[in-house]
């Protein structure tokens, strides 16, 4: 069965430094990935995806991510945090093609902006 | 095009009593979930339908129903709520299975249970 791993549930970056999210995930067959940011008393919101297009994902808001097969990890990055980027995101994987398969998220990681 | 509606989106429920948290898109998503979020838990799945007429128990399922007569709406009973049921839930849809297909969330449903 798949899943996934968040490492840190709060990340705390100055205005204007490099955003870090780590997550690796577990998964029998080759995984679907995305990132979400969740703000204060919202849903959930994509920001990016991964397809075998391309190993590097670009997102909305200046956010990537790159999926490394042999690290089993798709870690978020942004080269330069905004205060509006403080919120929750979020990890998820699914194994897709087959009935059974569920869509499992981390446990998300908070991140804060300092001013 | 509304994509996926939750309702009530604030609820106060006391120990025992039953309710129905309501899910509807519009979008002819075929795959629909719910999931609840507690703090520094992230999401659970709690049921999930791949289609009307089936449906299929996710990581947390005790203590609740769905049903899934219709591809647009998928509801999501609690029989006799339970102070640990206090969450914060959320319904979404996906299309189909195709590589990378979006999942579309609603806003939430804040639930107490007191």
């Known amino acids: 069965a798949q899943s996934v791993t968040q490492l840190g549930s709060h990340v705390s970056v100055s205005e204007g430094a490099l955003v870090l999210l780590r997550c690796n995930y577990s998964s029998s067959v080759p995984p679907y990935l995305f990132w979400y940011v969740q703000y204060p008393n919202q849903g959930l919101q994509l920001l990016l995806k991964y397809t075998s297009a391309a190993t590097l994902v670009k997102g909305i808001n200046g956010f990537e991510a790159e999926f490394k097969k042999s690290e089993t990890s798709f870690h978020l990055t942004k080269p330069s945090a905004h205060m509006s980027d403080a919120a929750e995101y979020f990890c998820?994987?699914?194994?897709?093609?087959?009935?059974?398969?569920?869509?499992?998220f981390g446990k998300g990681t908070r991140l804060h902006i300092l001013p | 095009n509304a994509g996926v509606t939750q309702t009530p989106k604030f609820r106060i429920l006391k120990i025992g009593q039953s309710m129905t948290l309501q899910c509807a898109q519009d979008?002819?998503?075929?795959?629909m979930y719910w999931y609840r979020q507690d703090p520094g838990m992230g999401l659970k799945l709690i049921y999930y339908?791949?289609?009307?007429?089936?449906?299929d128990k996710g990581e947390v399922p005790n203590g609740y129903n769905v049903s899934r007569s219709t591809t647009e709406y998928f509801p999501l009973r609690l029989e006799l709520a339970a102070p640990s049921q206090t969450s914060v839930y959320f319904c979404a849809s996906i299309r189909d299975r195709s590589f990378g297909n979006t999942i579309y969330f609603g806003e939430g449903s804040w639930l107490t249970v007191v």
């Open positions: 998820a994987v699914s194994e897709g093609g087959n009935r059974d398969d569920k869509i499992i």
């Open positions: 339908s791949v289609g009307a007429g089936i449906t």
């Open positions: 979008m002819n998503h075929n795959y």
